[in-house]
């Protein structure tokens, strides 16, 4: 017989050595469940369903970018938060996303387990097929809680993690356009 999620939690508070019947813990086995679920409810989403048709016909086959991107995610090697800001540009051939669907492309990976550099890679996969871009680019810079709370304990670490796909790879001027414009470049 096989546990419920909420059952686990209670596993997992007995195997901490606390009493999971103390007044303060009783509904902690639940609300905890459904904390993790919330932050894994990537795993419920797929591309197509966020995308949605918000594809547009344009003309624009200039750089597109959206900076400062809200991501909250957890590591997949120790189910501890890492939060930051992702970056994202892309250069159009002939469809423009709606913006909102960029931000959701993030969220959806976010919310799943990670590492930060997988992260990074399957947004610009994903933007990249969606948009048939000449060029995706990709930056995270995240602060990452299983090396501020244990380990090494370093408060002040990010960690910086790009990913560039046709224009922006093969282009210095290019790349360094995106750069300059979210402020990663003199
Ligand atoms: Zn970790």
Do not use: W
Request: with cysteine; aromatic share 6%.
């Amino acid at each position: 017989m096989s546990l419920s999620l909420p059952q686990h939690y209670h596993e997992i508070l007995k195997g901490l050595g606390e009493d999971p019947e103390r007044e303060g813990l009783l509904d902690t086995p639940k609300r905890a469940a459904k904390a993790m679920q919330y932050l894994c409810h990537g795993y419920s989403q797929s591309l197509p369903e966020i995308v949605n048709g918000a594809l547009f016909a344009s003309d624009n086959d200039e750089m597109v970018i959206v900076a400062d991107i809200e991501l909250y995610s957890l590591c997949e090697h120790h189910l501890l938060p890492f939060i930051g800001k992702a970056h994202v540009a892309y250069i159009p051939t002939g469809k423009v996303l709606g913006l909102s669907k960029i931000a959701r492309i993030v969220d959806m990976f976010a919310r799943r387990l990670q590492i930060q550099e997988n992260l990074t890679r399957e947004i610009a996969d994903a933007l990249q097929s969606v948009t048939q871009a000449a060029g995706v680019a990709v930056v995270i810079e995240a602060k990452h809680m299983c090396m501020m709370m244990r380990g090494v304990e370093k408060q002040n670490s990010t960690m910086h993690t790009s990913v560039m796909l046709g224009a922006f790879r093969d282009s210095s001027t290019t790349r360094q356009e995106f750069l300059q414009l979210i402020g990663r470049s003199k």
